[in-house]
């Protein structure tokens, strides 16, 4: 019933900023808490940062201060702010959404039950 759809991912040099941009479609009414994870080849999908439609947001620590997540609620899409991007924040980002599902933490892939395919940011120094 819900999909997502993220773009704004390329190229940038060390010091750069990109805003990554999640499309939402479907029965969006139904989904109460949405992230922002990125993977890099050989890693685990990592947390980024998590929100809901009272404002609420979170962030990992060591993330905290140079990505801002946001939201348009009306317009169903959900936004990434990233700044001083680094060469080690190269990776797939992908967005996901919590309509159903057992809860396990903002920053734990298992919370979320759509994702999107994802846009690839890759960051040179």
């Known amino acids: 019933q819900v999909q997502l759809v993220e773009s704004g991912g390329g190229s940038v040099q060390a010091g750069g900023s990109l805003r990554l941009s999640c499309e939402r479609f479907?029965?969006?009414?139904?989904?109460?808490?949405m992230a922002w994870f990125r993977q890099a080849p050989g890693k685990e999908r990592e947390g980024i940062a998590g929100?809901?439609?009272?404002?609420?947001?979170d962030y990992v620590e060591s993330l905290k201060g140079r990505f801002t997540i946001s939201q348009d609620i009306t317009k169903n899409i959900l936004y990434l702010q990233m700044n001083n991007l680094q060469p080690e924040d190269t990776a797939m980002y992908f967005c996901?959404?919590?309509?159903?599902?057992?809860?396990?933490?903002?920053?734990?892939?298992?919370?979320?039950?759509?994702w999107g395919q994802g846009t690839q940011v890759t960051v040179s120094s």
């Open positions: 929100t809901n439609r009272e404002g609420r947001t």
């Open positions: 479907g029965y969006t009414q139904s989904i109460y808490d």
């Open positions: 996901a959404a919590a309509s159903s599902g057992t809860w396990f933490g903002f920053d734990r892939p298992g919370s979320y039950n759509n």
